[in-house]
């Protein structure tokens, strides 16, 4: 049996909604306060392509409205439309450059596209007025986080929990770096403590199905991951780990069913691609998983055993030399597996 499980995953929320409302003297101004009312009841009520439509019309109206390019900023960001929401929160900044909400928000948009020397910019730019913002020293975690720096990420993390004791958020980005260093009774705990001020945290969820799939905990595991699935069936990461759950119980047909559809949903999702591998490498299809293990490996991302078990599925295919090819690369790797098996077959 297969004992990799694919890795943790954090999340980056969105700020909270942001709801002002300027003085107006002119008659357009009027006009565009009013649709920008009717934009923020649109945004409230989660009705995110009104709310934008609303947000347009005043700024057809007056069109330095920097507080509507900051929510309609916001309603992009809610519908995942990425670059959109950053290009028209810089507009809100450039509008009014004292629009400091709009910095916090840029700041977070601009990170999860990866620009994070613009997220360091913008953090810096508010840091004297957030010094007591809880939000804040989340996404400098998170910047932290993404620029490797781990001990400054757990003071970040800290600071966010020590200023407000509720934000699930920090629990479970604090969480992720402990399972990433593989202290998971401390990571367990923060995930618990997340699900205890928000039962619906599906990120903690699914990293508790994690912790139980380390554990050898399969049923306990399986229980996480369909709670998670219960609250978002579109889920890929939780599809995905199901499908592994069940590849370990040798459910296979169930398993394939689980990651196939997170591939559906998120095809270029390395761990996926090798879970459907270890599918047919169960099933003795060679050939099928030596193609689905090589589109796993054209993603050059860092796999867990992604090495080892392609090579396994080529040695078996009576592919002898391209195995030793591929150990080898995963030795470069310091895949564990990698190195076992160039041992015993190549050397």
Not at 67 to 88: M, V
Not at 182 to 205: C, G, H, V
Not at 263 to 292: D, F, H, M, S
């Amino acid at each position: 049996m297969f004992k990799f499980t694919v890795s943790v995953y954090r999340t980056l929320l969105i700020l909270p909604f942001i709801l002002i409302f300027s003085s107006c003297n002119t008659q357009s101004k009027k006009d565009a306060a009013d649709f920008f009312l009717k934009a923020n009841a649109a945004l409230h009520r989660n009705d995110y392509k009104e709310a934008i439509r609303w947000y347009d019309e005043a700024l057809e109206k007056n069109e330095s409205f920097s507080d509507a390019y900051l929510n309609k900023g916001i309603a992009l960001l809610k519908l995942n439309l990425l670059e959109e929401s950053f290009q028209t929160l810089s507009t809100a900044i450039e509008k009014d450059p004292t629009l400091l909400q709009a910095y916090m928000a840029r700041a977070e948009v601009a990170l999860i596209l990866g620009k994070t020397q613009i997220t360091s910019q913008d953090l810096s730019a508010i840091s004297k007025e957030y010094k007591d913002s809880s939000r804040y020293y989340l996404v400098e975690g998170n910047l932290n986080t993404a620029l490797g720096q781990i001990g400054q990420a757990y003071s970040s993390y800290d600071k966010s929990i020590a200023l407000s004791v509720d934000n699930p958020e920090a629990y479970v980005n604090r969480g992720y770096l402990y399972f990433q260093e593989k202290r998971y009774p401390l990571a367990e705990q923060d995930f618990n403590s997340a699900l205890r001020i928000n039962p619906t945290q599906t990120e903690a969820i699914n990293n508790l199905g994690l912790i139980a799939t380390k554990n050898l905990q399969y049923a306990k595991a399986e229980g996480y991951f369909k709670r998670a699935l219960d609250l978002k069936p579109t889920d890929a990461y939780a599809l995905n780990n199901l499908g592994f759950v069940l590849l370990q119980t040798n459910r296979l047909s169930e398993a394939q069913s689980y990651i196939e559809r997170a591939l559906t949903i998120l095809p270029q999702n390395g761990y996926a691609l090798r879970n459907l591998g270890l599918v047919y490498a169960n099933q003795k299809n060679w050939t099928k998983a030596i193609e689905v293990f090589n589109k796993a490996l054209d993603l050059a991302e860092p796999v867990e055993a992604l090495q080892g078990h392609s090579g396994m599925a080529y040695w078996e295919n009576k592919q002898r030399d391209e195995a030793c090819r591929i150990w080898n690369q995963g030795k470069i790797l310091q895949d564990s597996l990698s190195i076992a098996y160039l041992k015993q077959y190549c050397d």
